[in-house]
């Protein structure tokens, strides 16, 4: 089930975004980041405009999706940018998607127009994830991430809402 995290959920969404790190595939975070560490940034997100989601499935947290500003200037207060996570032991099993079903669906409710992603070129799971929901290739910065002596690139996916109803 698709919720809004509670603060209490904090603990569980970093060990998620720390079990990413050492994959090099979905973060550019080189060392796993502490709950304090986060505190703030689970604080940026509120209900009404930049959520923070979480799968519980079994009383656990499998995955989450934040929706956080984009370029931190007024004029982006209708794009914001997609982050999804799932627990390595959850993957394969839908919640990524919907997760990303759920944020558009609930995005243009928010005042959002325009969603973006951010994915390492060689994250082949995350771009067919997004690929699937709509989004599409708006651009590609090469080589920007060095990961233990590899340049990666990142692509710019994005994804543009239907109007308020």
Not at 23 to 36: F, G, I, N, Q, W
Not at 90 to 97: H, N, P, Q, V
Not at 101 to 110: I, Q, R, S, W
């Amino acid at each position: 089930m698709m919720r809004l995290a509670l603060r209490a959920d904090l603990p569980a969404v970093v060990a998620i975004y720390n079990a990413a790190i050492p994959e090099r595939l979905a973060t550019a975070d080189l060392e796993p980041v502490s709950v304090e560490s986060r505190e703030s940034w689970f604080a940026s997100h509120t209900a009404g405009h930049h959520p923070l989601w979480v799968w519980e499935d079994g009383g656990g947290i499998s995955g989450w999706l934040s929706l956080g500003s984009f370029y931190g200037r007024p004029a982006y207060d209708s794009t914001a940018e997609v982050s999804v996570y799932v627990h390595p032991e959850s993957r394969r099993r839908g919640i990524g998607a919907s997760l990303v079903g759920g944020a558009k669906a609930t995005a243009p409710g928010l005042g959002l127009a325009t969603l973006l992603a951010f994915v390492f070129g060689h994250n082949q799971p995350s771009l067919s994830l997004f690929a699937r929901h709509g989004f599409e290739i708006w651009g590609r910065l090469p080589g920007v991430a060095r990961m233990e002596g590899i340049e990666r690139d990142l692509v710019v996916l994005g994804c543009r809402l239907p109007p308020r109803a």
